[in-house]
């Protein structure tokens, strides 16, 4: 596999800022297959027979095209390089962070079936690659799902008339989580920008924290701290590369490789994957709940912040048929459930909520036709859903499928 590299490592952020992070090769077959991948129109065909083209204007950087493409012509810009400096540079200390779904995809890399987690593996070539600290994603997901719950918490509170609440965001709360996503919503719904949830991804919550809490209860040097994700996401590039994500006072993470990349580290590094013994992450930012696991599929994100808010609203565990709501797991690209909350606030009165799942950005404008639609039925209509909450995941299937994962051709 190629990819787009630039000459002076450090620079590739501002590359990718700048230019995005896919890239359609000069001899492109023209053989259209990524237009019908790509959830942005953003590929565009210059006519029969020609090279084509990606309008980063609209690109969200997802890479199904490039996971899409016949003839390999589609590539990513790497940022390797960088770390590679930063693992050789013996000032720096170099912090891996691992996403859910990479260890579930990193044994295709090496001939185990689909699906087969290899994370014991996954932590030692992290060691073995001369990580200094191998940190775990999941760590954060457990915040990500905390700070939506509550934010989706305030928002249904506002929706009920609880005074304080007034100034919380409109509903429905969408999920912010996906950069493949946020960057569609902000090019195409500059206009709805309110509903989208203020709280940062797992990987922009882990950065911070690591080079705040961790570095201070590790002794290292926030200045000397270097965060790679390692992600099965080409969209997290752009992500970590906004200008916004310096809270730490630094960048808070500086790198990402794909999946993908890290396979091709571990061989160039003449690793035996498969040999290695498993090991566990570091303490202090290396555990976490289930709840965090299921992130790298599409509904994870609702059920577990949907856990959070049924019990801070109602004060009861969500059990039984209720649990069932969360059935709305499946594979059709748009779903949705109701359920009724008994809400402690109005002394338990049942307030009836929908809430959807979408899995590809381009569905939705359905969900929002759905959303207009019954802002205009009366509060008493027996037919209002009351949308509170929609999980939005660009990729098919969510993370899983990202566009960085093994390249397989059966998805
Ligand atoms: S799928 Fe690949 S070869 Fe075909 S048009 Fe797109 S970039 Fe070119
Ligand atoms: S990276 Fe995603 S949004 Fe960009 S051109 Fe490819 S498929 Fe379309
Ligand atoms: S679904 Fe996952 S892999 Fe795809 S763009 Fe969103 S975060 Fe990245």
Known sequence: MTS????????????????GVIEIRDDCKACDTCTQYCPANAIINTGVGNRHK?????????GQCLVHCPFGKIEEVSMVDYVKDALNDPNKHVVAQTAPSVRVALGEEFGSPAGTNVEGKMFSAVRKLGFDTAWDTNFAADMTITEEGFELVERIWKFIGIPEYQEAG?????????????????????????????????VMMFGP???????????????????????????????????????????DV??????????????????DFNSLEDSK?????????????????????MEAALRTAYYALSGEELTGDAVNFMAVRGEEEVREASVEIPIKALG??????????????????????RIDEDAKLDANDPNKKNY??????????GCINGGGQPIRRDI
Request: glycine share 8%; net charge neutral.
């Open 254 to 271: 500086d790198a990402v490789i794909t999946t993908r990349e890290f396979a091709e580290l571990i061989r160039e590094k003449d690793i």
């Open 348 to 369: 338990g009165t049942p307030v009836k909520v929908t809430v959807a799942i979408i899995h590809g950005s381009k569905n939705v404008e359905k969900i929002w036709k």
């Open 4 to 19: 787009v590299r630039v000459d002076e490592p450090r620079n590739v952020r501002d590359r990718i800022q700048i230019g």
């Open 170 to 202: 409109p509903l429905p709360q969408f999920t912010s989580c996906c950069p493949g996503w946020v960057r569609f919503f902000e090019t195409r719904y500059p206009e709805r920008l309110e509903h989208i949830s203020s709280a940062r991804s797992p």
């Open 281 to 301: 992450a570091d303490k202090l930012m290396g555990e976490q709940t289930g709840a965090a696991i299921i992130f790298g599929n599409t509904g994870g994100v």
């Open 54 to 62: 990606i309008d980063h204007d609209l690109c969200v950087n997802c």
């Open 388 to 397: 509170v909450f929609v999980e939005v995941m660009n990729c098919p299937g």
């Open 209 to 251: 924290v690591a080079k705040t809490y961790g570095a201070e209860k590790i002794g290292v040097e926030p200045s000397k701290m270097f965060n790679v994700a390692i992600s099965p996401c080409t969209a997290k590039k752009f992500e970590v590369t906004r200008p916004e994500f310096i809270s730490s006072g630094y960048d």
